[in-house]
């Protein structure tokens, strides 16, 4: 279980590209060790959450925000959108960013500003 903690907790450090020193500095400002292979089981399992909170808080930020989505929704509402209809916006904004979802909320802020430019663009077209 040790080792199998040891290796996630490593995982979400490169996933945060924290640094040698960072990283350091987190352990001994909040564990005073110097190594994850210090930290008890309780300490292990304490920093993986805490460090899973970081990179969710970290995707967060980079998510599309809430004016975005409803935009996206206020601009396919009732509107055919070539084959597609509002009813599968999803394929429609799948199609424009060439990557799958299945919410409106797995899109970045760039990815909603294509969408909505794309939107907009085809709103123009058919008046």
Known sequence: MKNKNLATIHILKNKLALSDETYRALLQDN???NSSKDLSLIQQKELISLL???????KRKNALSLKQENFIIFL?????LGKNTVTDVLAFCSKIIKKKISTLQDLSKQEAITIINALQRYNKKTG
């Open 31 to 33: 564990y005073s060790v």
């Open 76 to 80: 396919s509402q009732g509107r055919p």
């Open 52 to 58: 899973n909170h970081q990179v969710f808080s970290m």
